[in-house]
């Protein structure tokens, strides 16, 4: 398709104005083309015949169902940039709410040490830690002093007494204290109450104890206040 006037050469020129190549795939015609080509036909009309009336309202049927196709895209366009700005403060108004990432345990990897964090929902006056393989055999038992409520940083060499590297896999973690009135009750690792959130690429980030987790990796969240 041609119009030879130096406006519009060929619908699927990928040429500028400028004569540089831009790259441009102009084989689909968006409003602009099709105003341009209405307004090089009226110029180039018969001269015995200057105003078709039929092409004439079907150019400028044409040109308004591309106006309000344009329209509903940018509509489109507005109405989801507003839900993805929704979605980040709701995710922001989870801060200080628990998180359960559905763990159960730590893993051991090449015999390298393990550093997990453990959460305590309450002041206590002595904690301990159970790790267990996966015969549910007791491999390491870990002590925590008296601490006011919050998280607790612990570190596990790995190794059993003699000084041997356990095999990698999963082991699994229990948590009972003893509470500020002297009673015994037991925790549950894995849950930590949300400090921060962060976007990275995108995607929403929880602090959770010491680290951040991937929104997609959280379980759950509530209320603490519910449980």
């Given at each position: 398709?041609?119009?030879?006037?130096?406006?519009?050469?060929?619908?699927?020129?990928?040429?500028?104005?400028?004569?540089?190549?831009?790259?441009?795939?102009?084989?689909?015609?968006?409003?602009?083309?099709?105003?341009?080509?209405?307004?090089?036909?009226?110029?180039?009309?018969?001269?015995?015949?200057?105003?078709?009336?039929?092409?004439?309202?079907?150019?400028?049927?044409?040109?308004?169902?591309?106006?309000?196709?344009?329209?509903?895209?940018?509509?489109?366009s507005s109405l989801t940039s507003t839900m993805?700005?929704?979605?980040?403060?709701?995710?922001?108004?989870?801060?200080?709410k628990m998180a359960n990432t559905g763990a159960?345990?730590?893993?051991?990897?090449?015999?390298?040490?393990?550093?997990?964090?453990?959460?305590?929902?309450?002041?206590?006056?002595?904690?301990?830690?159970?790790?267990?393989?996966?015969?549910?055999?007791?491999?390491?038992?870990?002590?925590?002093?008296?601490?006011?409520?919050?998280?607790?940083?612990?570190?596990?060499?790995?190794?059993?007494?003699?000084?041997?590297?356990?095999?990698?896999?999963?082991?699994?973690?229990?948590?009972?204290?003893?509470?500020?009135?002297?009673?015994?009750?037991?925790?549950?690792?894995?849950t930590y109450p949300i400090e921060a959130v962060?976007?990275?690429?995108?995607?929403?980030?929880?602090?959770?104890?010491?680290?951040?987790?991937?929104?997609?990796?959280?379980?759950?969240?509530?209320?603490?206040?519910?449980?």
């Amino acid at each position: 398709m041609a119009i030879e006037n130096g406006l519009v050469t060929s619908a699927f020129n990928t040429y500028g104005t400028d004569g540089q190549n831009v790259g441009i795939d102009k084989s689909v015609l968006g409003k602009d083309d099709f105003l341009k080509l209405l307004l090089v036909e009226l110029q180039n009309q018969d001269p015995t015949n200057p105003q078709d009336t039929d092409k004439i309202l079907q150019q400028t049927s044409q040109l308004a169902t591309l106006e309000a196709s344009q329209n509903t895209n940018d509509a489109l366009s507005s109405l989801t940039s507003t839900m993805s700005n929704s979605a980040q403060f709701t995710t922001i108004s989870s801060i200080g709410k628990m998180a359960n990432t559905g763990a159960t345990g730590v893993v051991i990897e090449n015999g390298n040490p393990v550093s997990f964090d453990v959460y305590f929902p309450e002041s206590i006056q002595g904690g301990e830690i159970t790790i267990t393989n996966s015969q549910g055999v007791t491999v390491e038992t870990l002590t925590v002093d008296a601490q006011s409520k919050g998280s607790v940083s612990l570190n596990w060499d790995a190794m059993d007494k003699s000084g041997n590297i356990y095999e990698d896999g999963e082991y699994r973690i229990g948590v009972t204290y003893t509470s500020s009135d002297g009673s015994s009750k037991s925790g549950r690792f894995g849950t930590y109450p949300i400090e921060a959130v962060r976007f990275n690429g995108g995607e929403a980030e929880f602090k959770l104890g010491g680290s951040y987790y991937p929104m997609s990796s959280v379980s759950e969240i509530y209320n603490p206040d519910e449980v």
